[in-house]
C-alpha cells in the first residue's frame, strides 16, 4: 500500500487539500486501491484559511518519512498563519527528508513558497501564485528557483502551481508519479475531470 502524506499547516486552503483528498480517495474506491491519504499538522486540530477547522490524523514530529511514498502539500494565506510553517523543525525536515529521498513532492499555490523557504528549490524551476502582481513569484525566486510562468511545472519529483485552480490536476500528477500514468488518466475519467495529468 502506498501512503501518501497530506501536510496541512496552519492557514492551508480547503479547496487545495480536498483535491488530494478527492483524487487519492477515488483511487481507493474505484481505482487501483492501493494509495491510502494520511493526514498531518503541528497540532492534530488545524485552523485552515478562512477560519475552518480540520482533524489532522497524526503530528508532524510523529511522521517517519519511511513510511510514506509521497508527500503533498496546500497552499495557504499569510493572514492565517500560514507561513509560520517555515519555522517548524519538524515540518521542515519532512520536506527536507522527502526531497533527501528522491520522493514525489506535490506543492499547490503558495506551497511552493514553503519548499523554497525549506530549501527545496534552490537552482529548480517551480511556480507559485501568478497573481497580486507577481509578488510570489518574487519570494520564490529569493529561495533560489528558477522562476516557471507555467500554471503547473514539474521538475525531477517535485511538483509546483500556481492558484487554487490547479490543484486538481497536480493532485492528478502526483497520482501518476505513485500510481502510473493510466491509473491517474482513469481517476480523471471517473471523476469527469477535463484536463488529464500529464497535459
Not at 499547490?108 to 501568478?130: D, E, K
Request: aromatic share 8%; hydrophobic share 50%.
Amino acid at each position: 500500500m502506498n501512503q501518501i502524506l497530506l501536510l496541512l499547516p496552519d492557514g492551508f486552503e480547503l479547496l487545495e487539500a480536498a483535491a488530494f483528498t478527492d483524487v487519492f480517495g477515488w483511487n481507493m474506491v474505484a481505482g487501483d486501491h492501493n494509495t491510502q491519504l494520511i493526514t498531518a499538522g503541528a497540532q492534530n486540530i488545524v485552523k485552515s484559511s478562512f477560519g475552518h477547522c480540520v482533524t489532522a490524523e497524526r503530528r508532524f514530529a510523529e511522521i517517519n518519512c519511511n513510511d510514506f511514498s509521497a508527500l503533498a502539500l496546500p497552499g495557504g494565506f499569510a493572514r492565517y498563519g500560514y507561513y509560520a510553517a517555515a519555522d517548524n523543525a519538524d515540518f521542515i525536515r519532512l520536506l527536507q527528508n522527502f526531497a533527501a529521498a528522491g520522493k514525489p513532492i506535490a506543492a499547490v499555490c503558495t506551497g511552493a513558497i514553503l519548499l523554497g523557504r525549506a530549501g527545496l528549490l534552490h537552482q529548480r524551476r517551480a511556480t507559485t501564485y501568478q497573481g497580486e502582481g507577481g509578488r510570489w513569484l518574487d519570494q520564490l525566486a529569493e529561495s533560489g528557483a528558477i522562476i516557471s510562468r507555467q500554471l503547473l511545472c514539474q521538475d525531477g519529483a517535485i511538483i509546483t502551481s500556481s492558484g487554487p485552480a490547479t490543484a486538481l490536476p497536480v493532485a492528478l500528477r502526483l497520482l501518476a508519479a505513485v500510481a502510473g500514468e493510466p491509473v491517474a488518466a482513469a481517476i480523471a475519467d471517473i471523476m469527469e475531470y477535463p484536463i488529464k495529468p500529464s497535459s
